[in-house]
């Protein structure tokens, strides 16, 4: 454990993750800019985070929503000007707040200068740079896509007779890692970005770029499953080292891979220190724990176990113990809102479980990110009809079920509690129109409960609110660097309602008691000797022991506790 002690800025930092649409507009359009996130800083500052991890603010035509660039070195129309990123970087630096940006370097926009001119001829000097397969060798073999209508990763173009792979929509191509001017292209830029002064990258799907150019039929091994394949391409930790010795290295940065398909066993290919790839990655495990087998956004038909939750955090602690580094989260703007997921936002339970999730993420070892919105205890909007929907996922697989003749009601029913659209409603500020958030038509529906003390400006004023319990929290894990670097002991391993564990630095040692109970819920501790316990925090103080001497615990529903031991 003590070998994990090496301190750094992005291991002891908390991310705060802004989806910049839906944060906060400044000139009616209902769309959120760089000005609203400039005119919000303070607030941010104010909750203890360090970091901000802002979404795709690149250009875009926005077939998904800013993650089809048509170029890498300019601003969104929507979002503002260079002039207004400058600015931006600047008053964060100027508050102590590092910038982490989006980089989308799978796939580039079908609109970008280089698809355009690749798509242009088959000689074309950019023909290379993204994947193509002539129609004279036949069909190419199936790569299934997420968002095609048809789930089909070859998109046929009649200008040059060929097909272009795009492993997401058909406006999103898959860029050419395999050609060397690419990945030339791909660091010149992201060094323009850091010499710009930013902090970091956030890789979007990175496991995913390298491809066996024979494009052979799906190995026996991955048993259908072609998200697997795609993370484990043959050159992939030969492109990374070579990112990281490109361009990484040069500067004191972070990066944090979306590392879907990746497992505990292959985690350390892309963190060990060693390797000098990446600080750290985001893992799909417990993304995929609601959902039904082999079904994609499908919810399952059963509950999910708090004993299946426990498991994937202690199995991906267990695989950063020694060496590299995790990353703690509970939603972002792929995946609906935590508190709803895996919390409770009955009017019964809302507060103390979406506390009790915060709890649980800055209790935690690895770097903790919050989505927008998480620190007030947002909730899924749980829309009724498909006009209401703007994601490409729900909209493309809507279409998808319609023409198959499919039961859509039950479809639509599912959205309610998987579609991204949850995770992206609007900002709550304040019981004004639109919840503060612009003067115009918002871009996707505001949910109402921002009315009922869902909003910031009402949490302020409140001293037991959602919003500043969290602050309490950040604060009390910024004191405490046994909640960093401490090793974690699970503790009550087959308990379905509690989730509880130690983290231990040296002499230090802390008690975390988490209920996932609707119900009161009495636990014996004995196992863990101490002489006292003093609590440190709890989010619901009237009921919880100031010191303790017997291992006897009694939580409420939802409630969380953490104790110092002595």
Known sequence: ??????????????????YPRSFQDTNGDGVGDIGGIIQRLDYIKSLGVDIIWLNPIYKSPNDDNGYDISDYRNIMEEFGTMEDFDLLLSEMKNRGLKMVMDLVVNHSSDEHEWFEASKASRDNPYRDYYHWWPAEKGTPPKRWSFFD??????????????????????????????????RREIYDMMDYWFQKGIDGFRMDVIPFISKDTTFPELPEQYNGEFIPYYASGPKLHEYLREMNQEVLSKYDIMTVGEAIGVSTEQALDFVDEERKELNMFFHFDLLSLDRASGGGFWMREDQWKLTEFKEIHSRWDAAFAEKGWGSMFLNNHDFPRSVSRWGNDSQAHWYNSATMLQTFLLTMRGTPYFYYG????????????????????????????????????????????ASRDNARTP?????????????????????????????????????????????????????????????????????EDIYAYTRTLGDDRCLVLLSFATRTVSVNLEEVHFDKAKLLISNDEDHADRIKSDAHFTLKPYQAMVYELF
């Open 427 to 495: 900002m709550q500020w304040d019981t004004t129109e639109n919840a503060g958030f612009t003067s115009g038509k918002p871009w996707l529906k505001v949910n109402e409960n921002y009315q009922e003390g869902i909003n910031v400006e009402v949490q302020l004023s409140d001293k037991t609110s959602v919003l500043n319990y969290f602050r309490s929290m950040v604060q009390l894990r910024k004191n405490k660097l046994t909640l960093v670097y401490g090793a974690y002991t699970l503790l009550l391993k087959d308990s």
């Open 1 to 18: 454990m003590e070998k994990n002690l090496a301190r750094s800025w992005w291991k002891e930092g908390i991310v705060y993750q802004i």
């Open 149 to 182: 209508v048809e789930s089909n990763a070859w998109k046929y173009d009649e200008t040059t007779d060929a097909y272009y792979l795009h492993y997401f929509s058909v406006k999103q191509p898959d860029l050419k890692w395999e050609n060397p001017k690419v």
């Open 374 to 417: 998480e620190e007030i205890g947002m909730t899924n909007i749980r829309m009724d009809r498909i006009e209401d929907y703007r994601d490409i996922n729900t909209l493309n697989r809507y279409e998808t079920l319609s023409k198959n003749g499919a039961d859509l009601a039950v479809f639509m029913e599912n959205e309610k509690d």
